[in-house]
Each structure stands twice: as C-alpha cells, then as structure tokens.
C-alpha cells in the first residue's frame, strides 16, 4: 500500500549537519504518524522523532534542540534536519510511516556516520 525510500545519509565530521529525506509512495493520504528510527551496531532501534499529520512533534531527548522533522502532507514526504552531528549519532536511520487500518511501513534504511 505504502512504500519509503529515505535518501541523504553520508560522512560528516562531527559538529556538521545532514538533511535525510523519506519519499512516501501509494496510498499517502492513509498515513498517521511518520517517524525516523535509529540503530547502531550492536543496539536496538529507537525513535529519534516523529510528527503527526497534523504537525506535532516528539523528539528523543538526545537530539532535542539539534534534530528537526518536518512533513509535507500532500507529498508523503518526510525530512530530518540533523545539526551539531555527535560521533555517537552515527547510525543506520529508518524511516517509518503509520497507516490506517494497515498497520507500519518501513524504509529500507540509510547509512549516517559520523567522524570525530
């Protein structure tokens, strides 16, 4: 019903700022929630933030005041400005999308890593 291809992921040194995009194709005007996941190595995933269709956000304490999402509705599409990059920032980053009566979408995932 609904596909997601993220894009943006690369090297950045610490201190540098990345933007990942997420594409929403098929049935978007079905999604809730969008969202953006993480995992290293080693960890379980977790969120780093997500917004409603109606604008609201939740961050993870960890990148509050450096991470930002942001959605356009209309298009499926979801974005995280990342700013002040940390070393322990690096990580495979997930975008995920909730949909009425269907349940969760997942993106394939792409690679951030950061240098110090």
């Known amino acids: 019903q609904v596909q997601l291809v993220e894009s943006g992921g690369g090297l950045v040194q610490a201190g540098g700022s990345l933007r990942l995009s997420c594409a929403a194709s098929?049935?978007?005007?079905?999604?809730?929630?969008m969202g953006w996941y993480r995992q290293a190595p080693g960890k379980p995933r977790e969120l780093v933030a997500d917004?409603?269709?109606?604008?609201?956000?939740n961050y993870a304490d960890s990148v509050k005041g450096r991470f930002t999402i942001s959605r356009d509705n209309a298009k499926g599409t979801v974005f995280l400005q990342m700013n002040r990059l940390k070393p322990e920032d690096t990580a495979d980053y997930y975008c995920?999308?909730?949909?009425?009566?269907?349940?969760?979408?997942w993106g394939k995932g792409t690679l951030v890593t950061v240098s110090s």
């Open positions: 098929g049935n978007i005007f079905s999604i809730n929630i």
């Open positions: 917004i409603t269709s109606g604008g609201r956000t």
């Open positions: 995920k999308a909730q949909i009425a009566l269907f349940g969760d979408a």
